[in-house]
């Protein structure tokens, strides 16, 4: 992959990203690779020497990276702690890889830089997933797991909302637990996941639009003067169904001040997310 400097940034940043020293080992695929969509995983790989992106979108990627240089700090007290372990298990003639940050007391940590907005609104599914298939190798080699955990760094705490906002982490760094899968709920997974990624690898299949963080087209009522919309829709019909039911029109139209806002859908990963965009017929054609 070839690394941009589109904003100009001091070539040390740019070095910094360049110099990545990730390295899944001799696996045929690792576990965040695993989780990802099988086409965009297969465009990249065969597309590897094309790929671009810039430096400056790399920025949560070198935080990520900060972390398990603070982990290698850690100390394995009286090896009662695994710190920074490399896991290889094979599933349907495939090698998986997979990093574990830190395992404790028998439970599998993992470490990121995230949103508090993701605390709030609930993990994200692939997190859960990455989280299960760790602990899934954590039991293959040989450690019990009793629970699976984020140590969520937030990146976008506020000291004054969490001092004003009940709901809100009161601390720039929470401990969040995930739902833990049984054995066999892993087995399944990564058995599936394997062979989706096999597949592909001989017929592009198509991302699904959970794949694409695919956001659907709105209608927004709208009001001068305000910012945010007092309702969102599917359909311009719903939305009028919906103003005239709480008295935002009249004769059939809507009243003065207020209008309809058209709001088109994305696909979140593909337009600002997938290096394989570029390359992926099913985004361009669209």
Not at 97 to 111: A, F, K, M, R, T
Not at 165 to 187: F, K, M, N, V
Not at 220 to 228: F, N, T
Request: with cysteine.
């Amino acid at each position: 992959m070839k690394i941009t400097n589109k904003l100009n940034l001091p070539w040390h940043l740019v070095d910094a990203v360049e110099n990545d020293p990730y390295n899944a080992g001799a696996s045929d695929i690792s576990v965040t690779r695993l989780i990802a969509p099988p086409r965009m995983v297969a465009l990249n790989a065969t597309h590897k020497d094309e790929l671009e992106e810039d430096a400056a979108d790399r920025s949560f990627s070198l935080m990520g990276q900060a972390i398990h240089t603070v982990l290698e700090r850690v100390t394995d007290r009286e090896g009662d702690r695994v710190i920074e372990r490399r896991m290889f298990q094979e599933v349907g003639g495939w090698t998986i890889s997979g990093q574990l940050d830190l395992w404790e007391n028998n439970i599998v940590y993992d470490h990121k830089f995230t949103s508090v907005w993701e605390t709030l609104n609930g993990l994200k599914p692939e997190k859960i997933q990455q989280l299960n298939i760790l602990a899934w190798l954590c039991r293959k080699d040989g450690l019990k797991v009793d629970g699976v955990k984020i140590c969520a760094i937030y990146r976008d705490w506020s000291k004054t909302k969490a001092k004003g906002e009940r709901d809100y982490p009161q601390h720039s760094i929470g401990i969040i637990d995930a739902p833990l899968w049984t054995d066999a709920e892993c087995q399944s997974f990564i058995e599936e996941r394997v062979y989706l990624h096999q597949q592909a690898r001989i017929e592009l299949p198509l991302c699904s639009p959970d794949d694409q963080w695919e956001k659907p087209s709105k209608y927004a009522l709208m009001k001068e003067g305000r910012i945010s919309a007092i309702k969102l829709e599917n359909s311009e019909e719903d939305l009028m169904g919906y103003a005239e039911a709480k008295g935002h029109t009249t004769e059939g139209k809507l009243k003065k001040g207020c209008y309809i806002e058209f709001r088109p859908g994305e696909k979140m990963r593909c337009e600002n997310y997938c290096t394989a965009a570029p390359f992926c017929s099913q985004f361009n054609d669209a």
